[in-house]
């Protein structure tokens, strides 16, 4: 690899970073915002998601810059790939804080209901997922990648107790409905978050050793490559 071509290849891999960090806190502050129905921080959620928009234009021409002028070849252009992917997964992650920031404003004008969720869980397995998938992109970590595929299936079943528990709370306050059904679009939006991570291990994956796992089951980190 030229000296040019690595310098490039460093500087795409910080944006990426720089990317990650700006949808991990939106989401942090969307779910914050939800908790304590604060009007003013979720409109600055959903207003800044412009900037999250700039960032994967940024980010994919300058991928598509490198492809054109250095022509990469290997895990180099592997890595350009991925990039490409991961970009979009981390741009749909901002778009996920912006609906659940608009759930926020949507329930700050409803009747306050009582209920006894906590999304702490699913969040914070969500943004685990999120930042040790990008932490197997910056060490090539395909045993981390492997963990962060195989976490996705946790997330799914609290996402799917969530269900169960609104639906029981939907029967006994069907006039509540409404509310309810918001509460359970953002354990939505937290599962895809979770979803999306685990999109970008695959990748990581795909990056490293260079096979196409997507459509596999979730396999132990000492799987061999086919």
């Known amino acids: 690899m030229s000296r040019h071509l690595s310098n490039e290849i460093e500087k795409l891999k910080t944006r990426i970073l720089e ?3 700006m949808v991990e806190s939106r989401v942090h502050r969307a779910v914050k ?3 304590n129905l604060s009007i003013e921080e979720a409109q600055l959620i959903i207003d800044s998601d412009i900037e999250i928009d700039q960032a994967e234009v940024e980010i994919e021409e300058e991928c598509l810059k490198i ?3 250095h022509q ?3 895990i180099d252009l592997r890595l350009i790939i991925a990039a490409l992917k991961i970009n979009v997964d981390l741009e749909r992650i901002g778009d996920l804080a912006v609906n659940i920031a608009e759930r926020a404003l949507f329930l700050s ?3 306050a209901i009582k ?3 906590n999304f702490g869980e699913i969040q ?3 943004l685990a997922m999120l930042r040790e998938s990008l932490e197997s992109l910056m060490k090539y970590d395909t045993s981390l990648a492997r963990r962060v595929r195989n976490s996705d299936d946790e997330v799914d079943k609290i996402n799917r107790q969530m269900y169960l528990y609104v639906a029981e709370k939907g029967k006994e306050h069907p006039d509540q409905i409404d509310s309810l059904l918001s509460y359970l679009s953002v354990s939505r939006h937290l599962e895809r978050i979770a979803d999306y991570a685990s999109n970008i291990a695959e990748d990581v994956i795909y990056l490293v ?3 196409i796992v997507r459509h596999q089951p979730s396999f132990p980190d000492s799987s061999q490559k086919t």
């Open 124 to 126: 914070n397995r969500s």
């Open 209 to 211: 050793e260079g096979i």
């Open 67 to 69: 492809l054109a002028l």
């Open 19 to 21: 990317m990650a960090g």
């Open 33 to 35: 915002s939800l908790e």
């Open 72 to 74: 990469p070849v290997a």
């Open 115 to 117: 209920l006894s969720i």
């Open 109 to 111: 004008k409803c009747e």
